[in-house]
């Protein structure tokens, strides 16, 4: 059984559940992981080790574009970018990948992983998160994704 969702519903489904107020994804936050955690349907927060590094801290609420089209016509919704830096002092992790979080970070709503870990080994280092929803395969993780 096939199933199709056309595009402008998924624009629809998209703005919803990031609409303020009423959406399941308002007032997410982002998270960094230092686990090598195979992602799965199953996975909850619990399963992520969530970073430590100096200087890290869970990220603001994010701020949701209105959903659109990509390059290759493909239905995503970005939320404004989130920015993590090392800061002076002994932990360093590798990142392995980010979490969208509710906003008490308590549930997982989302998680994906790095094509590989980021080192945040480097006092001044900044690690630059743009978060990404589709409801298909995500998009590549490119330099718009990660800095």
Known sequence: MSVALPNGQA????NAITAA???PFDGAKVVLFQS???LLPTTVL???TICD???YATSSAIVWADAGFDAQGD???TGGTKSFARTAG???NDVYGYALVDGTATDLLWARKFPQPIPMAVVGQTLIVLPVLTLGQPPDLGP???V
Do not use: K, Q, W
Request: charged share 10%; aromatic share 4%; hydrophobic share 55%.
């Open 53 to 55: 590094f100096s200087g």
């Open 11 to 14: 624009v629809v489904v998209l």
């Open 46 to 48: 619990a399963d992520l």
């Open 21 to 23: 107020a009423t959406g």
């Open 75 to 77: 239905v995503l919704v």
């Open 36 to 38: 090598n955690t195979t």
């Open 90 to 92: 002994a932990v360093s």
């Open 144 to 146: 718009n994704d990660v």
